[in-house]
């Protein structure tokens, strides 16, 4: 192990994994005084009423303030945060439960099995890029939905903006194994040795460059398998290496903790966060949730998703729901989720810096289009056009 002047490890191995140490950090326990906008904590999670967020975000300095907790929250603090009513409509959360459900009847009838990453094939109903399907078979129900505050607030706390998000539904079907403990993407998809590559400043990188989060659809109580948490345990340093080795499964395995969440709860968690999809021990419980991977601006995103295809299938909802007076937060939550953030990597020789020092992005151009009032194939002209110029 090497050292920088400042006395921090250069390098991580599994010789840095100790159990003392790691047990030392996650058996703290979770003051709910240090986080005034929680409602409480519940075994070590902080719970956070979606209504009262809400108002406490209004303003631009309660949104700053809220956000701040936020942060402090996911990196300080227990690393996972519950919004009860997240979505407060619940018709929001069904006409989106009925999308992914003719998804979920698509992919079966095409014989596709889902693989998934640290559960058995076909042991569930995934469906991949749900997202970006979603908003091409009801983009009226995708619009709905991704307008929804709370996942703006706490993606552009964590994130900032230019964020992009992708989703993955999935189905623990009654019977439904539980995974693997697991840290999450990027240095959690890595097998250890190539993951002991990486310096250790870039293991705490890799946290911050994506949000892990999930939206619930029905009631998934204890027994139907929500997934399991070990609270502060993404403050671990040598946390990606650790993972998989067994005295650190075996404490997992006997000090993680569920939670119960209501239709339309969400939770989101630092990606280093221990945790593992549940096992469904309910008689007739299909424990649905749509599965939140929401990337920096600066990072690689796990799927490949058309956005350009979104944002066309959307747009005329976009249009349609500003001329009955949606206001300008829930028009930008949704360009947010669908258009892409950030104009780079592009060809500077085509497409150049228009006054400063980057070029268009394709949500500013979806921004223009909503504010102008542009026809549809006004606006797909141009991302095509958009497109073309990024193109090398």
Request: charged residues 20%; negative net charge.
């Amino acid at each position: 192990m090497s050292l920088t002047t400042e006395g921090r490890r250069t390098w991580l191995s599994e010789n840095d994994c100790d159990l003392d140490g790691f047990r030392a950090l996650v058996e703290q326990r979770t003051d709910p005084r240090d986080y005034p906008y929680a409602a409480r904590a519940e075994r070590n999670v902080l719970l956070y009423d979606g209504d009262r967020l809400r108002a406490a975000a209004a303003t631009r300095a309660g949104r700053r303030d809220v956000q701040a907790e936020l942060v402090r929250a996911l990196t300080d603090g227990p690393g996972i945060v519950v919004f009860r009513r997240a979505f407060p409509d619940l018709s929001v959360v069904d006409r989106a439960t009925g999308a992914f459900n003719a998804l979920i009847a698509d992919q079966r009838a095409s014989g596709a099995t889902a693989g998934d990453h640290f559960a058995r094939p076909g042991a569930n109903d995934r469906v991949w890029n749900a997202m970006g399907k979603m908003a091409l078979r009801d983009p009226e129900a995708f619009t709905d939905y991704y307008a929804n505050d709370i996942v703006a607030l706490v993606s552009t706390a964590w994130l900032g903006p230019g964020y992009q998000i992708t989703s993955q539904v999935n189905v623990v079907n009654p019977g439904g194994a539980a995974q693997t403990v697991h840290r999450d993407y990027h240095l959690g998809f890595l097998p250890n040795d190539v993951a002991a590559a990486y310096p250790a400043h870039v293991h705490r990188l890799s946290p911050v460059l994506t949000l892990q989060g999930a939206v619930a659809h029905c009631d998934m109580p204890v027994e139907s398998g929500p997934t399991m948490y070990l609270p502060h345990s993404q403050k671990y340093e040598p946390g990606y290496l650790a993972w998989r080795l067994p005295e650190f499964h075996e404490y997992f395995e006997a000090n993680h903790i569920q939670l119960p969440l209501a239709k339309g709860d969400a939770v989101f968690f630092n990606p280093a966060l221990f945790h593992a999809a549940g096992t469904n021990r309910s008689a007739g419980i299909k424990r649905m949730a749509n599965l939140l991977q929401v990337s920096s601006a600066f990072g690689r995103a796990m799927e490949t998703v058309n956005r350009e295809a979104m944002v066309n299938a959307v747009f005329p909802v976009l249009l349609k729901r500003k001329a009955e007076g949606a206001g300008r937060d829930w028009l930008e939550a949704v360009v947010s989720a669908c258009a892409e953030g950030y104009p780079f990597p592009t060809n500077l020789d085509i497409d150049p810096p228009v006054d400063g020092l980057a070029p268009l992005s394709q949500a500013d151009i979806v921004r223009r289009a909503v504010n102008d009032g542009w026809t549809p194939n006004a606006l797909r002209d141009e991302l095509r056009a958009g497109a073309k110029r990024r193109e090398s």
